[in-house]
Structure formats: C-alpha cells, structure tokens
C-alpha cells in the first residue's frame, strides 16, 4: 500500500503545482484601460534630509519617498523650501533636459551644483530633487543624462521603482522614453557600432524629411529611433510610434516615431508614465509656479490639527460629497516641525497668512490617535497617499 500512497501523493502534488500561481515573477503589471485627464502632485520640504545624519540614511530617505510616488502613480513632486534647510534653493526650474511639445513643464534638472560636491549636508532641497529626478529616469536613460556626481554615489543600491516606462529591450510599448544622440562617423550614421563583417547600409530618415530636420533617439534597442524634429544632442524626449503591436524584429529595425509631451501616455492611453520633479525657494510658490492651466483645483494640507483624514471618504449613508470632482489635486505635507514654520518662514505670506490651514481646501489629520508622537515626513506621504487612494480613483476626472 504504501508505494500506491506515494504515487497518489505525488499525483496530487503535481496538480497542485498546475493550479498554484506563478510566484517566481512579478504579475501586478500596470494595464492602461483609458486615457487619464486628472494628475496627482504632492509636495514636501527638502530639508527632511537634513534630519537624516548620514549619506547613506539621506539617500534611503529619498528612495522611500520616491517609491510612494511610484506605487501609488503621483505625476509631479514639487520639493519646497521650508526655511529649515542649510540653503535655499538655487532654481526653480525644472529641466530635466527634456524636450516638451507642449507647454507641460519638464523635469528637475539632472545637473548638481557646479563643482560635483555633495548637497546632502549643504542643500537638502537640492539633493532630494536631485535624487528623486535621477530614480525616476529610466535606467538605460541615466548614464546619458546624469554625469558622475557626488550625490548619486549611493543611488545604485536604492530599490528600483520599475515604473511602467521603464522599459527593458525587449518590451514593446506604443510610448517610449529616449535620449537624442549624435551620429558619429567613426561608429556608422546611426550613431551605434555597426556589426563587423557586414556592409554598412545607408539610413533612412522618416518621413522623408531631410537629415537637418531629423534627430536620433537612443530608447534602448539596438538601432536608434527617427524623428522628424531638430532636437539637440542629449535630450530626453517621450517618443509615440505609429502603431501599439510591436513591428517585427523591432528591437534592430529602422522605426520612426514622433516626439510627444511626456503627458500624452497618460492623457491618450491612460499609462502612469513617471512623475515630473519640481523646486520650489517657498510654500506660497508651491502653488503661484504650477505647471498646470488654471493651477490646482483641489488642495490638502496636512497636520495633526486637522479634521480626520476619513472626514473626506463618502459612505453609503453620506447625502454629501466631502470631495468634488478635481482635475489638479494637490497634497502638502510639512516637515519636522509641520507646515506652520513653512508659512512663517515665506516672505510672500508675511502678515497676509498666519494660520496654514487657510492656505488649503481641506486640512486634514493621515493618522488620528497615532501612537508615536511624531509621524516622519516619509511616512506621512505613505499614510496620505494610501488614505485618499478611494478619493483620487473616485473624484478625478477621467477625460
């Protein structure tokens, strides 16, 4: 009997294995449905890594903000000055040196401070702006739009945000982020090695536009990308290709596609497609800089004097809506000493705004009856982003 046994059990485990999911691999695959109208921004003090005592604690904090960001699909982080810092920021640009189409502002520039030194100590502001931008490229993107410098030395071992326009080479998508290169002569007119052996073939510049009006797109594939549009050298540019079915042997093919502002992914077909890094010298500019027409039309400020945060959640025997329906929703969340230091320490609030809460259309507590007496900054955008999930998904407007 006992041989009989052994064969039934293995029987049952080898049916067990054909019903069991396949845990090897990630399966929570970001699958588009619709084009997306609404975004999410958040903002927050850089001088929370000035609360962190060493480079490598630093440089996990901004990798812990900056996987919030990505779980839970934040399209702008706006990095402010809250007067705590060692030095306030030196611009309030953004530009990640990134090719818009369209009046969308672009990334936080990828550049640190001249000389390569480190900001972590010196600019906080800088450092978290820096390092958020840098995670947020894709990775066969960085090498080409961020040279060597101080502040990234430990960026390689903070966990990777695998968003869905970081793409490997072998997927294909109608969206694609890329880099404009040059053609060198030495290496072929495409800009890449050519294969020893074979007969170098001329290139095809799309659309049947001269090669002044063209540029090179390096996305990752083994042969460039052309675009009809003269973009210079080193450039990040979201590129949109005819069709959504992947050509054959795309990854060595000549393709052609057109340069699009880095929302159209997200407005056409509804990808999370990264979020834009934005620096702000003061909270006032938080909201007189926004990027977006017509600026944000929903605010949360949030303090441990706040209404609770479930305040704002509709249930099943609420007549009222707590949350109209936004297009531009914002989220503020303050520092170590919270956001009453940030409205002192701004000029243009001075003796026009002396309670914070006046500042937002709702201001909220992400944690009543917390148990530590303190909730980090960090954890705060977990707990915010987490709390009004239902709210973003069930207000924002979809077109």
């Known amino acids: 009997m006992a041989p009989q046994n052994t064969k039934k059990r293995k029987r049952n485990e ?65 990095v402010f000055d809250d007067g705590q810092g060692s030095k306030p920021p030196t611009t309030t640009t953004n530009n990640n040196n990134h090719h818009h189409p369209s009046s969308q502002q672009p990334h936080y520039s990828q550049h640190g401070p001249s000389d390569g030194a480190y900001s972590g100590y010196a600019d906080p502001n800088h450092f978290l702006a820096h390092l958020l931008s840098y995670l947020e490229t894709p990775p066969h993107l960085r090498v080409h739009l961020f040279p060597l410098h101080a502040d990234l030395r430990t960026a390689g071992t903070l966990p990777s945000l695998d968003m869905p326009h970081h793409l490997r080479a072998h997927e294909w998508c109608q969206y694609r982020e890329g880099v404009t290169i040059e053609a060198d002569p030495l290496r072929g007119d495409n800009g890449f090695v050519e294969d020893q052996g074979k007969k170098k073939k001329k290139r095809k510049h799309g659309g049947g536009a001269e090669e002044g009006t063209t540029s090179l797109v390096n996305v990752g594939f083994k042969s460039p990308v052309s675009i009809s549009a003269a973009i210079p050298p080193h450039t990040r540019v979201t590129l949109k290709f005819p069709t959504s079915t992947p050509p054959m042997k795309f990854q060595t093919a000549d ?59 509709a249930t099943s025997s609420s007549t009222e809506v707590p949350v109209l329906e936004f297009r531009h929703m914002l989220i503020v969340i303050g520092g170590v000493a919270g956001l009453e230091v940030a409205v002192k320490a701004d000029a243009e609030l001075a003796g026009i705004v002396t309670q914070p809460e006046k500042l937002f259309d709702h201001w909220v507590d992400l944690c009543p009856g917390q148990g530590s007496r303190t909730i980090r900054t960090e954890e705060a955008v977990w707990l915010g982003l987490m709390g009004l999930r239902g709210v973003v998904l069930e207000r924002g407007m979809k077109a």
């Open 14 to 78: 080898a049916q067990s294995k054909d019903t069991d999911p396949d845990t090897s691999k990630p399966t929570a695959t970001f699958k588009p449905s619709h084009g997306r109208a609404y975004t999410l921004s958040i903002a927050l003090p850089g001088s929370i890594i000035a609360n962190a005592q060493s480079p490598d604690l630093k440089a996990t904090l901004a990798g812990q903000v900056a996987r919030a960001l990505a779980v839970f699909c934040v399209d702008e982080v706006v």
């Open 255 to 313: 393709l052609t596609a057109e340069a699009v502002a880095p929302s159209t992914p997200r407005e056409e077909a509804g990808y999370y497609w990264g979020y834009a890094v934005r620096a702000a010298p003061s909270l006032s500019s938080v909201f007189t800089e926004c990027a977006y027409d017509g600026g944000y039309d929903l605010t949360i400020g949030t303090s441990e004097r706040g209404v609770p945060l479930s305040s704002l959640v």
